[in-house]
């Protein structure tokens, strides 16, 4: 009877135990930065999902590798450092650069928590993308002065007392707050060629809209960012104007 109590006590260990580690995995699933569980060697015993996005490897081949396999040759500090991290079992904050599957490069910051389970030294090591993060980062502080520069629009536009202070003043918020290069305001003419006439300009301009005969026509000219939102009542974002074919007619002028 004792054995058999002794026997069903482990397997009720050894099933708590699987449970706890299903759970701290699914857990672990969550974390936003890169997760991998070490041993003292640094060898890889477990990782997350974001681990394997980050590296570009499935979790299967993660298991197994070592440091050597993800720091960039160029990496500081040097390998040998990272390798007596995990061996001296202490807490450790670096950035260096990880190398991912495909061998494209990317700046990471890693940050190693020593722990011991039954005797032996486990590391776990979580790794964020600073290069994702700055991105983020960056697009973050562009939402917040656009949300700004929006915020003083509506605001000017309640206390305008007439219409050309107020595309002034849109302008100048757009350029100052948000951070454009030009910004400008342009009335459609009902005239033959149903040009575009600005009405409002701020920042960087030096004479391009007055050399460029916008149109709002079916036309060539007509089939830029401009015309086309007034024609369709669209609006329009163009990414890239040095590239963009309908913007080839002003192009000459937008260098200069």
Known sequence: MSKSRDSEDERGTAGRLCASEAGFRALADYLPDAYLLHDSDGTVLD??????????????????????????????????????????????????RRRRKDGSV????????????????????????????????????????????FSGCAQVMMRATDEQGLLDDVCRIICDTAGYRMAWVGYAEHDEAKSVRPAAQYGIEKGYLHNIGISWADTELGRGPTGTAIRTG?????????????????REEAIK
């Open 47 to 96: 990782v997350n999902r974001r681990a394997c996005e980050v590296h570009g490897y499935t979790r299967e081949e993660l298991i197994g590798m070592k440091p050597d396999d993800f720091d960039a040759r160029d990496s500081s500090p040097s390998r040998q450092d990272i390798g007596s991290w995990f061996a001296a079992g202490k807490v450790t904050r670096l950035e260096t």
């Open 106 to 149: 990317f700046p990471a910051e890693v940050c190693i928590f020593p722990f011991r389970e039954s005797g032996r030294l486990l590391n776990v090591a979580l790794v964020s993308d600073l290069g994702e993060r700055k991105r983020a980062e960056g697009m973050l502080h562009r939402l917040n002065r656009q949300l700004s520069a």
């Open 234 to 250: 669209i609006t329009q974002v163009n990414q890239n104007f040095l590239t963009n074919p309908l913007t080839a007619p002003w």
